[in-house]
């Protein structure tokens, strides 16, 4: 595609369930990247593909979140047992490769009540 | 571990005037990989300006430019003839060389109004 595509753009849910949060990364692009940003926050980063290596998670809270990227394509950000404090606004971004410039999605805000 | 300061949570320019927005970060890597990002209300980041760490030129994007002071680990952005559309969060950010830590370390942000 022409960008970075993220869905759903805004999610509300009640507090315990699951939620699954979709990136499509611009075609081609090898690195896949998941940021997080609370309300007035700068970036948290949170877990990072590239290629066939093995995903950088260093940057997940807790075990309730996890990400797969599919075919080395498509990611989904799954979080389970949703908190409040987990509301924020999700950001998916990708790179064409090493050292490449990354381009961000429009993001997925996310609101747990 | 590297990070990133932007000491100036808010800023304000009149339209058409010229402001500089700072940055600092601190790293033990010789090269590395310093950018500005746009974040309109929209919520999307978009890329300002990427600056390469063993390049000494400063780079410049039309009205952008940036200050690059290696020695001092200084990364300032200029907005030349500031424009409404500029009215933005700008965010600093470091991206290191070295292959398996390619992820952005964030600065917290500077809120730019522009005053008509």
């Known amino acids: 595609g022409a960008g970075v595509s993220q869905s759903p753009s805004n999610k509300v849910t009640e507090k315990g369930k699951d939620v699954e949060l979709r990136c499509d990364p611009i075609s081609g692009h090898t690195a896949l990247y998941w940021y997080r940003q609370s309300l007035g926050q700068g970036l948290e980063f949170l877990i990072y593909?590239?290629?066939?290596?093995?995903?950088?998670k260093s940057g997940l809270p807790s075990d309730r979140f996890s990400a797969e990227r599919t075919g080395g394509s498509v990611s989904t950000l799954t979080i389970q047992r949703t908190q409040q404090e987990d509301s924020a606004v999700y950001l998916c971004a990708s790179s064409l490769d090493f050292g490449n410039t990354i381009y961000f999605g429009e993001g997925s805000w996310l609101t747990v009540v | 571990a590297q990070t990133v300061t932007q000491s100036q949570p808010e800023m304000s320019v009149q339209e058409a005037e010229t402001v500089t927005l700072s940055c600092t970060y601190d790293?033990?890597?010789?090269?590395?990989?310093l950018f500005w990002y746009k974040q309109p209300p929209s919520r999307q980041m978009i890329l300002v300006i990427r600056?390469?760490?063993?390049?000494?030129q400063n780079a410049t994007e039309n009205r952008f430019s940036v200050n690059f002071q290696k020695a001092a680990k200084s990364f300032s952005l200029k907005i030349s003839d500031s424009q409404l559309g500029d009215a933005a969060m700008y965010f600093c950010a470091y991206r290191s060389p070295n292959f398996g830590n390619e992820k952005l370390t964030f600065g917290t942000g500077t809120r730019l109004t522009i005053i008509p």
């Open positions: 790293t033990s890597e010789s090269d590395y990989y």
């Open positions: 593909f590239q290629g066939n290596s093995a995903p950088d």
């Open positions: 600056q390469e760490a063993y390049k000494q």
